[in-house]
């Protein structure tokens, strides 16, 4: 379900949790395999990137508690720190139309943490999508 990534210039290990079929936990295991992380005192950033089907809010307690997404951070409207959703496991949705998301940019944005763990909660019929963000790097 999740595989990790190592990409040039983040720090962090990167792990994409996607299934080819909805229902199957992927998101229940991105919210387990971050608090416990958080338990091993990694610092851990869960990113919400189903668009259309955004539950990981609610999966680590942050039930709409966002102000900014990550396509305030990408479009200049919000800082990074704003945008992210603080606590045992950090939070921060991606808010994009499917099919849009600037990897790249995010990428950058992504370069900047200090986090020890990225985890990416992304949709599962969009096998497109998650090859780019999987093999994007610089």
């Not at 900014?68 to 949705?93: K, Q, W």
């Not at 990416?120 to 998650?130: A, G, L, Y």
């Amino acid at each position: 379900c999740g595989t990790i990534f190592d990409w040039e210039g983040i720090m962090a290990q990167v792990v994409v949790f996607t299934s080819p079929k909805g229902g199957s936990g992927a998101t229940f295991a991105c919210a387990l395999t971050g608090l416990m992380l958080a338990e091993s005192s990694k610092r851990v950033l869960a990113l919400d990137m189903c668009f259309d089907r955004c539950t990981l809010d609610f999966a680590l307690g942050f039930q709409n508690e966002y102000i900014y997404t990550l396509a305030d951070v990408l479009n200049g409207d919000a800082t990074l720190e704003e945008a992210v959703c603080t606590g045992r496991v950090d939070f921060l949705r991606a808010d994009y139309e499917v099919g849009t998301f600037p990897c790249e940019k995010a990428m950058e944005v992504l370069r900047e943490t200090d986090y020890d763990f990225i985890l990416i909660d992304t949709q599962s019929f969009n096998k497109e999508f998650v090859q780019k963000l999987c093999v994007n790097t610089p």
